[in-house]
């Protein structure tokens, strides 16, 4: 799952303890494995190989550029969804001609700062981007090539904010328009509509939404092909899971043994666009115990993040794993699990400092006895953690920390004060 473990009573994160880097970074501060990072990488890489795809690591999950740089180096590619993205992905040494370009509303700002870096595909979410990407091509007479992304009517089942291929959701062009929309586009010179873009959601815990969006993706590019359409390529998005507790997602190999025999033998490229299943595991968020309250039968365990460093749970109700990095009396959970109850804990939520009841990081956990200055460590952090962290509260945004073996790196530095005021002029 990941390379963080419990050896003689308290966590490593690869040859380094946990504790030690509270102590040395201070808290809270995300803590990523180089190690897990690239297992999972060339896991994912090992299990679509017989497909050779183009692994576009989904920036948006984890867009520090030192770990874009490690991607980059294994010859990932990238998804971005935003000029911004593009950015870190460009400074990080993609190659442009791996990077995927995603999202319902792309200015022409943006469209022009993708075809100045000379990206290599477009997904394109509705007519009337198609539209504007031809316009813009045309005027600066180049070629792009782009997907339409299809809304394949899907249901992930996954948290309704993160689903993506339901009809009623603002992706894609559903399939009957899909069809019209080859028609009106597909022949230009300046766009090329080269192929077919899905994401149907995050995490997509099972393999079998899969099946049934690239079947209906398939369905389409043979009809498309038998109107004179060839179609080259398939994008199929990402949303593979990550383990927030015990063996809770399906393996790398798990979906490919569903996915690769759908697109075997089809002559399609196939891109893939992994963020979750990447980073997710790769991350915790260290954070130390500030206070203890109770009030009337409840417990609190107040610590020093917050819902904004980690929104996911007041966000999405998600779970993450908390235990303390050296639980008292060698407490150690054998595996993380969702409603672990050990002999010896006591009932908490885990709440933050800021004025809100949904700020918490985990309500109705079984922990061990905490005091004031312990560290806990909060699993499953490197997705969607420090990417979706705010400042709000005017609190500065944690550190972001790189283990690689018994070293650590500090990839990004806690923001000062000042850095809360540093664009307001
Ligand atoms: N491709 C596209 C077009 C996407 O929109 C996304 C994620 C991905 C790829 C990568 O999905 P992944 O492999 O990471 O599951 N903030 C939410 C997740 C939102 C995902 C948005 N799109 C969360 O914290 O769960």
Not at 197 to 225: F, Q, R
Not at 344 to 359: A, N
């Amino acid at each position: 799952m990941d390379h963080f473990a419990y050896r003689d009573g308290q966590l490593y994160c690869e040859e380094i303890a946990a504790g030690e880097l509270a102590d040395q970074v201070g808290t809270p501060a995300y803590v990523y494995s180089e190690r897990t990072i690239l297992d999972h990488y060339s896991r994912l890489a090992e299990a679509f190989a017989e497909l050779d795809p183009v692994i576009c690591y989904s920036i948006k999950s984890c867009g520090n550029v030192h770990i874009c740089k490690l991607l980059a180096e294994q010859g990932s590619g990238f998804d971005v969804v935003s000029g911004g993205e593009l950015f870190r992905a460009l400074q990080a040494g993609a190659d442009p001609a791996k990077i995927t370009f995603a999202g319902v509303g792309k200015t022409d700002r943006e469209i022009n700062e993708a075809i100045d870096a000379g990206i290599g595909l477009f997904n394109v979410e509705s007519e009337a981007e198609l539209a504007n990407i031809t316009r813009i091509a045309r005027e600066r007479q180049t070629q792009v090539r782009a997907a339409l992304r299809i809304n394949p009517d899907v249901d992930p089942k996954t948290h309704k904010y993160t689903t993506t291929g339901k009809r009623e959701t603002k992706f894609g062009v559903d399939l009957e328009r899909a069809r019209r929309a080859f028609e009106d586009f597909g022949r230009d010179k300046y766009l090329r509509l080269i192929g077919v873009h899905l994401h149907i959601g995050s995490p997509v815990n099972s393999v079998e939404p899969y099946v049934e969006a690239i079947t209906k993706a398939l369905a389409l590019i043979d009809e498309l092909g038998k109107a004179g359409f060839e179609l080259e390529l398939i994008d199929i998005g990402g949303g593979f899971g990550a383990s927030y507790w015990e063996d809770q997602a399906p393996l790398a190999a798990d979906y490919a043994k569903a996915i690769v025999p759908l697109l075997r033998g089809k002559g399609l490229r196939v891109v893939v666009e992994p963020g979750r299943s990447i980073i997710g595991n790769a991350g915790i968020l260290l954070t130390r115990v500030q206070y203890l309250k109770s009030s009337g039968d409840k417990q609190f365990v107040i610590v020093d993040a917050a819902m904004n460093d980690l929104i996911r749970p007041s966000l999405y109700q998600a779970f993450h794993f908390i235990w303390p990095v050296c639980p008292a009396g060698g407490l150690v959970a054998a595996s993380r699990e969702e409603d672990l109850r050990l002999e010896g804990t006591g009932l908490v939520d885990v709440v933050g400092p800021i004025c809100e009841t949904g700020d918490f990081l985990g309500l109705g956990r079984h922990l061990p006895a905490v005091q004031r200055g312990d560290v806990l460590a909060v699993f499953t952090a490197g997705a969607y953690g420090f990417a979706m962290a705010s400042q709000y509260n005017a609190r500065p945004r944690p550190p972001e920390v790189l283990v690689c073996g018994a070293d650590y790196r500090i990839i990004r530095r806690r923001e000062t004060y000042g850095d809360l005021i540093a664009a307001e002029r």
